[in-house]
């Protein structure tokens, strides 16, 4: 498996000689030597000899080891890539089927999966053992629903991991059903194996705090030189001076002063105060749920323009939840269909059912939901007609579940709707400890239909059925895609009165209209649920049974987006800070999920600014360069595309300046840009993710910021962990991010005043041939001490209230 070419990490000696290659560490370590050559020369032995070089490298000692311990755990990431490998696997050897090491799978075997494997290598499905397959692609593609695989061949052209229906991934898991496939890939040969890979090709990039500090070191190491001449060329006439005793001691007594001028000039206690700032600023970040990995990272969210985040978990809660509901009131008087919305967007058993009053389309409680026949039949085959499991994690204090995302769904549902005959529900759910009320009322029911046979989901059928037994009668629940299930629907179940009736055209015209509306307009997930009586004796289900059945209702769900990412996304607007929606979902998808958000109001549309990912890479480079500058929302992609996003705004600021000079060449006219002018062509860009498939772009991007829920290999490729999952996090971040960028360019103008002063004081000194002012030890009790605390303090301010009104800084 992969885990052979797996990275063995970077030499400790190495990442410990990495912390000295900065310039004015080099010369501070020139300082020390030249100082204890000095000193030995003098013939000075014991402490005074070694003072000074002893607490210059002490310094340096110091600040290596803050940087050795960030750099080890950067490298976790990759080791952790092995928790995803399937230990054994089921393989077809000498004719008959036996288990083996999964190490050992080779092109060409044959292997056996179901429910529950994780699967050990890249396989084509080649024999189907059950009436579906069901694979979780969650940590590949980032999508919390499962694919369903077949052994037909994809069709489409430019197919990503999604579209792949007849090969199953490497590490994934299988949630429905048994299948026999090919292996045609292991080790780096497989989906896992590329990211693998692609996290190795990744190199670390010095951020912006970082780069400036060496253009910093660069100047002042210039400067200390020629100031270190300066001072030797003007004071050579002293050299033969009788009180340093000769032209060697002079030479070597103004050497000594030049030693001193570069200990003064360098602001040792610099790396000290940045470290300790931005500890400061991480320890604020957390309070925000914001944990940060890298502590250069801290600052660098600070001049962040581009976010690109994750749709599932980040934008959305990734809880599929229930919020439409349609059911056929009355058909006495025309059809009158009955809509029904749900509030709560989590697992937890806690939301309301809404009716419409018919005033404005206002909104009404429904205060006794499992009173009305529909929605009392909706819950009661949403719980028997189910093989999920929703639970209560009081370790994490959340709602989890176990199964199917849509199938959960449908169980909070039935929690939402109560049970019948009690005044006092569903207000006396409230009592129960969460533990009994995750699923109290499923359980009911459960209990009250015993389940006889059960005939599974298929893809030709697209419908399961439950037969069960209740008080000597068999009745048979449905539930599946509505075209399935209205088309074998003979009657209807009115909400009025709980009569049955014929289902007429009209009906069944109105009922498709409504399916269209919320599976088109709304893009919410559809499922019909159905049910028929069937004769007393009946013990086993057949699909000859599924027809002539009475329709119940139709019900439309979703994964919600977060109550505050509205506020979130206004804020990064105000800020200057673009955000890019990047999912594996279908376009249409995520644009409806965009316009439920609310943050992108201010677009008329989403031509120009919404691209798949083939359609993208298809664009000639100078159209996908101007569509970067627009680009609100980038689907259907996988681990290498969001990389290739990452990498292709990273480079905009080169591409930029060609793509500026073409722009009066009549590419205004095509739409494609509004003014040359205002385009700014320097990204710094912000990448969230939560799968192992997010990795390597979350290396790649200047801060990788990775879901508390997210994987172990996301959170160690990561500079930051937003412990809530909540996009809202990262704009506190990045204000806390701006905050410190402002006070430590605060504190750094505060120390270099105080060095110039020093320097100052020695050169004046060494040219009016004053004795020695300053001793290198006192320049460094100085420049730590009565430097350093001050600026520390600096540090302590507190953020601007217009910080993030500002437009990020260059």
């Known amino acids: 498996m992969f885990h052979i070419s797996l990275y063995t990490g970077t030499p400790f000696w190495k990442l410990v000689l990495k912390q000295f290659d900065d310039l004015l560490v080099k010369i501070l370590i020139a300082a020390a030597a030249v100082s204890l050559v000095l000193a030995l020369i003098n013939g000075e032995t014991g402490l005074t000899a070694f003072l000074e070089p002893f607490v210059i490298l002490l310094i340096l000692a110091a600040n290596a080891a803050v940087g050795v311990i960030t750099e080890t755990n950067a490298e976790k990431a990759l080791e952790e890539l092995r928790a995803y490998q399937a230990d054994i696997a089921t393989v077809l050897r000498n004719g008959c089927f036996s288990i083996l090491p999964a190490t050992e799978l080779v092109p060409g075997d044959i292997v056996e999966v179901s429910v529950g494997c994780k699967v050990p290598a890249d396989m084509r499905m080649i024999e189907m053992l059950s009436n579906q397959l069901r694979v979780d692609q969650a940590i590949l593609t980032g999508e919390s629903c499962s694919v369903e695989k077949e052994l037909e061949s994809t069709i ?398 139709l019900v439309g769900m979703l994964d919600p987006p977060r109550e505050e990412v509205r506020n979130a996304m206004l804020a990064c607007m105000t800020a200057g800070i673009r955000v890019i929606v990047v999912t594996g979902d279908n376009k249409s998808t995520a644009e409806s999920l965009c316009n439920k958000i609310g943050a992108f109001d201010h677009l008329e549309d989403f031509s120009g600014r919404s691209f798949t990912a083939s359609e993208f890479e298809e664009l000639p480079a100078l159209q996908q360069t101007l569509a970067l500058q627009r680009m609100a929302l980038f689907t259907r992609v996988e681990p290498n595309h969001k990389r290739m996003l990452v990498e292709a705004l990273q480079h905009q600021n080169e591409v930029g300046k060609k793509a500026h000079a073409h722009l009066n060449c009549g590419v205004e006219d095509l739409g494609l840009v509004n003014a040359s002018a205002n385009i700014n062509f320097l990204f710094k860009v912000a990448m969230t993710g939560d799968g192992v498939n997010d990795a390597p772009a979350l290396k790649k991007a200047d801060i990788g910021i990775a879901m508390g829920s997210g994987t172990a290999v996301a959170k160690s490729a990561s500079d930051m962990v937003l412990a809530d999952d909540n996009f809202a996090s990262i704009v506190a971040a990045v204000a806390e991010g701006r905050a410190i960028y402002n006070n430590t360019k605060q504190f750094i103008r505060y120390m270099i005043s105080s060095n110039i002063g020093e320097v100052v004081c020695i050169f004046v000194a060494a040219v009016l041939g004053i004795p020695d002012t300053l001793a290198p030890v006192q320049l460094l009790w100085v420049n730590l001490v009565t430097d350093g605390l001050p600026a520390i303090a600096i540090g302590f301010n507190k953020q601007d209230s217009d910080v993030m009104k500002a437009k990020p800084r260059k």
């Open 156 to 553: 489409a052209t430019n197919a990503v991991y999604q579209d792949k229906t007849n090969i199953i991934f490497s590490g994934t898991v299988v949630v429905v059903g048994r299948a026999r496939a090919v292996v045609v890939g292991v080790g780096a040969n497989t989906a896992m194996g590329n990211i693998c890979d692609s996290m190795l090709r990744t190199d670390d990039e010095a951020t912006p705090l970082k780069k400036k500090l060496d253009e910093f070191g660069t100047f002042l190491a210039k400067v200390i030189a020629g100031i270190c001449i300066l001072v030797w060329i003007v004071n050579i006439g002293h050299f033969r001076d009788p009180s340093h005793g000769g032209f060697l001691r002079g030479a070597i007594h103004y050497f000594k002063i030049a030693v001193a001028l570069a200990v003064a000039a360098i602001p040792e206690g610099l790396p000290a105060v940045v470290t300790t700032c931005l500890a400061l600023g991480t320890k604020r970040m957390a309070r925000l749920n914001a944990i940060v990995r890298s502590l250069p990272s801290v600052e660098t969210l600070g001049c962040t323009t581009v976010i690109c985040s994750d749709k599932t978990g980040t934008l959305t809660t990734n809880m599929m939840s229930v919020s439409k509901i349609c059911a056929v009131h009355s058909v006495h008087h025309g059809p009158a269909i009955a809509e029904y919305s749900v509030s709560g967007t989590s697992y937890a058993p806690e939301g309301m059912i809404f009716g419409s009053t018919g005033l404005q389309g206002k909104k009404e409680k429904i205060e006794f939901p499992a009173q009305l026949p529909c929605l009392l039949h909706i819950a009661m085959c949403s719980a028997v007609c189910n093989e999920s499991i929703l639970q209560y994690n009081p370790d994490k204090g959340i709602y989890e579940k176990i199964g199917e995302s849509t199938e959960v769904a449908l169980r909070v549902l039935a929690e939402k709707v109560g049970l019948p005959g009690f005044d006092s529900m569903p207000s006396a759910l409230h009592m129960l400890t969460k533990h009994e009320r995750a699923s109290y009322c499923n359980q009911y029911w459960e209990s009250q239909f015993k389940k006889v046979s059960v005939l599974e989901f298929s893809r030709d059928r697209k419908m399961m059925s439950v037969l069960c037994s209740r008080k000597q009668t068999k009745i048979m629940f449905s539930k599946g895609a509505p075209e399935s299930i209205i088309s074998r629907c003979s009657n209807i179940l009115c909400n009025d009165d709980g009569s049955t009736v014929p289902l007429s055209v009209g009906v069944r015209d109105e009922l498709e209209s409504r399916f269209h509306s919320f599976a088109g307009k709304e893009t919410l997930r559809c499922l019909s649920l159905a049910f028929k009586q069937m004769p007393v004796g009946h013990q086993t289900l057949s699909f000859e049974d599924e027809k002539d059945l009475t329709f119940i209702g």
